[in-house]
């Protein structure tokens, strides 16, 4: 297949080389004559182990060349990939002025060519970048169905991004409507298995991942300065903690939903802080770990009461499922949210015998909910008939029982992602989808 990769930087040139090693015919385009010239002489612009390799036999072996042209390079390829830069404006806001440019240059030439052709996006954009880019220059060669465009974001790693493309760590394809392309031309070009989601999608993961990586690098910063300030061995410290793949080093933990809550986790986070206030170490994560919990309590109790609905009901109670455990549950704080504004609140939760609530866990619903053993009913269906939106965080009770029991006119909040839900016959809203 012949290829024209738009921009000669770190992602393009490492892109070329691969792609060129696999066998595909690689035009280089770039608006910087350097560039283009070192490519022509199989050098890599950058430095990157094993890329000079690549690009030298690629180029002695007739695979790589490079043009400042663009419509040439379009006229002689059946895809083009466009890895150009997105920098910062002084704002702080991205700048898409190079990836337009180039989005310009193609579509042009297309339209004169009138040929068949594929566009990949690799460069990162913020999510709705690709469908503005192809709204704006691409919409009547798609609609003719002379073009197809995705976006695959590029997760290689400076220093070892030949290896990281030869086994990516994940690989994603965006689609316009987030179906599979037809062709598996695209699916197979950049390795793995591409998990594929609507442009959008795709566009959030690449920042998901690199918010994800800023936050881990902060956080293991964190620990570092508060284990310094105690004489204690911070690297140690994360790498034992990195040796928990369970809970700490996995899925667990990172799939939205409930805000967190229990006995545990306000508990420790807020003595960790005090703690460190009082040691006088700056820990900013630390420091707004819960108010960005309590942003996402406060946006749940408005999903609730943005239906304008005044019964509603809850299906499990306690901080998550098969515990009775009720010690800082999102749920009882968002029950008596809603009762103090005057909702008629009724709950099923199989786990909460309040007879067998014992210790600090029955002093907490004393406190913040005496009226529990009036709003807690037996029979799910109860709750079910009489609510008119229905706050389900547990799978207690069993689809079937919903899909007989519901009418059209309630409303279900799925708080933890129970995809069969979606399926009643009654209006659905996912706390975060
Ligand atoms: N560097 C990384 O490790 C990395 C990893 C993943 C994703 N990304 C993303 O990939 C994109 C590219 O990053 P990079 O580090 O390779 O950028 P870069 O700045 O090193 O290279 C961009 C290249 O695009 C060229 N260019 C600009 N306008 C052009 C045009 N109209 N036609 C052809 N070429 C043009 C520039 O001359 C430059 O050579 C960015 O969106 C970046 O965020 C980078």
């Given at each position: 297949?012949?290829?024209?990769?738009?921009?000669?930087?770190?992602?393009?040139?490492?892109?070329?080389?691969?792609?060129?090693?696999?066998?595909?015919?690689?035009?280089?385009?770039?608006?910087?004559?350097?560039?283009?010239?070192?490519?022509?002489?199989?050098?890599?612009?950058?430095?990157?182990?094993?890329?000079?390799?690549?690009?030298?036999?690629?180029?002695?072996?007739?695979?790589?060349?490079?043009?400042?042209?663009?419509?040439?390079?379009?006229?002689?390829?059946?895809?083009?990939?466009?890895?150009?830069?997105?920098?910062?404006?002084?704002?702080?806001?991205?700048?898409?002025?190079?990836?337009?440019?180039?989005?310009?240059?193609?579509?042009?030439?297309?339209?004169?060519?009138?040929?068949?052709?594929?566009?990949?996006?690799?460069?990162?954009?913020?999510?709705?970048?690709?469908?503005?880019?192809?709204?704006?220059?691409?919409?009547?060669?798609?609609?003719?169905?002379?073009?197809?465009?995705?976006?695959?974001?590029?997760?290689?790693?400076?220093?070892?991004?030949?290896?990281?493309?030869?086994?990516?760590?994940?690989?994603?394809?965006?689609?316009?409507?987030?179906?599979?392309?037809?062709?598996?031309?695209?699916?197979?070009?950049?390795?793995?298995?591409?998990?594929?989601?609507?442009?959008?999608?795709?566009?959030?993961?690449?920042?998901?991942?690199?918010?994800?990586?800023?936050?881990?690098?902060?956080?293991?910063?964190?620990i570092g300065r508060l284990a310094k300030h105690l004489n204690e061995d911070a690297l140690r410290v994360m790498d034992v903690v990195c040796q928990d793949t369970r809970l700490n080093i996995s899925r667990y933990y990172m799939r939205p939903g409930t805000p967190f809550g229990g006995s545990c986790l306000p508990k420790d986070v807020s003595a960790l802080r005090s703690f460190a206030r009082q040691q006088g170490?700056?820990?900013?994560?630390?420091?707004?770990?819960?108010?960005?919990?309590?942003?996402?309590?406060?946006?749940?109790?408005?999903?609730?009461?943005?239906?304008?609905?005044?019964?509603?009901?809850?299906?499990?109670?306690?901080?998550?499922?098969?515990?009775?455990?009720?010690?800082?549950?999102?749920?009882?704080?968002?029950?008596?949210?809603?009762?103090?504004?005057?909702?008629?609140?009724?709950?099923?939760?199989?786990?909460?015998?309040?007879?067998?609530?014992?210790?600090?866990?029955?002093?907490?619903?004393?406190?913040?909910?005496p009226h529990l053993a009036q709003l807690l009913k037996q029979d799910a269906k109860e709750v079910i008939e009489a609510a008119e939106v229905l706050v389900v965080s547990q799978k207690c009770v069993p689809v079937e029982v919903f899909r007989a029991c519901v009418r059209a006119d309630q409303i279900i909040i799925d708080v933890n992602g129970w995809a069969p839900l979606k399926s009643l016959p009654c209006r659905?809203?996912?706390?975060?989808?």
């Amino acid at each position: 297949m012949t290829i024209s990769v738009f921009g000669l930087g770190y992602v393009g040139a490492v892109t070329s080389g691969c792609l060129s090693q696999i066998g595909h015919q690689i035009i280089g385009v770039d608006v910087h004559e350097p560039k283009v010239r070192a490519f022509n002489e199989g050098r890599s612009p950058i430095v990157e182990p094993e890329l000079d390799d690549m690009l030298q036999s690629a180029c002695r072996e007739g695979r790589l060349r490079a043009t400042t042209d663009a419509a040439e390079a379009v006229a002689a390829s059946s895809i083009s990939i466009i890895c150009v830069g997105t920098p910062s404006l002084p704002s702080g806001s991205l700048d898409l002025g190079y990836v337009t440019h180039v989005t310009q240059q193609i579509a042009a030439a297309l339209r004169q060519q009138g040929k068949k052709h594929i566009v990949i996006f690799r460069s990162t954009m913020l999510p709705g970048s690709t469908r503005k880019m192809v709204g704006e220059q691409f919409a009547d060669l798609l609609q003719s169905g002379s073009l197809q465009v995705f976006y695959c974001p590029e997760f290689l790693r400076e220093g070892t991004a030949v290896a990281d493309f030869r086994e990516p760590s994940l690989a994603v394809v965006g689609t316009e409507y987030g179906n599979a392309p037809a062709s598996d031309e695209v699916m197979s070009l950049f390795g793995g298995t591409p998990a594929v989601l609507r442009w959008e999608g795709a566009e959030m993961i690449k920042y998901s991942c690199n918010y994800f990586h800023a936050l881990k690098v902060g956080f293991a910063n964190e620990i570092g300065r508060l284990a310094k300030h105690l004489n204690e061995d911070a690297l140690r410290v994360m790498d034992v903690v990195c040796q928990d793949t369970r809970l700490n080093i996995s899925r667990y933990y990172m799939r939205p939903g409930t805000p967190f809550g229990g006995s545990c986790l306000p508990k420790d986070v807020s003595a960790l802080r005090s703690f460190a206030r009082q040691q006088g170490v700056n820990l900013p994560l630390l420091e707004n770990t819960q108010a960005t919990n309590d942003a996402h309590q406060q946006q749940f109790v408005q999903l609730i009461e943005k239906s304008g609905k005044r019964r509603i009901g809850f299906i499990g109670l306690a901080f998550k499922a098969d515990t009775d455990d009720l010690r800082g549950s999102p749920l009882v704080a968002a029950a008596e949210t809603l009762i103090g504004r005057g909702h008629t609140v009724s709950i099923y939760d199989p786990q909460i015998n309040l007879s067998r609530l014992i210790g600090s866990n029955e002093q907490q619903i004393q406190t913040r909910m005496p009226h529990l053993a009036q709003l807690l009913k037996q029979d799910a269906k109860e709750v079910i008939e009489a609510a008119e939106v229905l706050v389900v965080s547990q799978k207690c009770v069993p689809v079937e029982v919903f899909r007989a029991c519901v009418r059209a006119d309630q409303i279900i909040i799925d708080v933890n992602g129970w995809a069969p839900l979606k399926s009643l016959p009654c209006r659905y809203e996912g706390l975060c989808w």
